[in-house]
C-alpha cells in the first residue's frame, strides 16, 4: 500500500509559480509510477503530468506546454510538480496518484486527498 499526502498548494497570480509536493509512505514507492491529476469545479479529472518509476521519461496533459516539470525522487519518497506561468485556468484542486502501469496510466492506483491550487487574474 501507498499513502500519498500533497503539500504546496495554494493562491498565487497570473504568471506566479507554486511548487507541489507530495510525500509517499511504503517501501514500494520506488516501483510505482507516479502521476498528478487536477479537477477543477465541474470539469472531469484530467492528467497534469506523469513520470514512471525510474524517472527516466515524463508526459504532460496538452495543455501544459511547457510551464510544469515533474520529478521525483525515490530516496526520499517524493514526487514534485513545478508550476510555472501559471494560468486563472490552472485553478484546481491538483492530486497526486501512483500506478503500477505509466502509459496508459493505471492499474493498482492509489491517490492522496488533494491540495487546492487557485490562481487569480
Known amino acids: 500500500q501507498v499513502l500519498l499526502k500533497e503539500s504546496g498548494g495554494g493562491l498565487v497570480r497570473t504568471g506566479g509559480s507554486l511548487r507541489l509536493s507530495c510525500a509517499g509512505s511504503?517501501?514500494?514507492?520506488?516501483?510505482?509510477?507516479m502521476g498528478w491529476f487536477r479537477q477543477a469545479p465541474g470539469e472531469e479529472r484530467e492528467l497534469v503530468a506523469a513520470i514512471p518509476w525510474n524517472g527516466l521519461r515524463t508526459r504532460y496533459g496538452e495543455f501544459v506546454k511547457g510551464r510544469f516539470t515533474i520529478s521525483r525522487d525515490n530516496r526520499q519518497n517524493a514526487v514534485y510538480l513545478q508550476m510555472n506561468s501559471l494560468k486563472p485556468e490552472d485553478t484546481a484542486v491538483y492530486y497526486c496518484a501512483a500506478a503500477g502501469d505509466y502509459d496508459p496510466w493505471g492499474r493498482d492506483e492509489y491517490w492522496g486527498q488533494g491540495i487546492q491550487v487557485t490562481v487569480s487574474p
Open positions: 511504503g517501501r514500494s514507492f520506488s516501483t510505482y509510477a
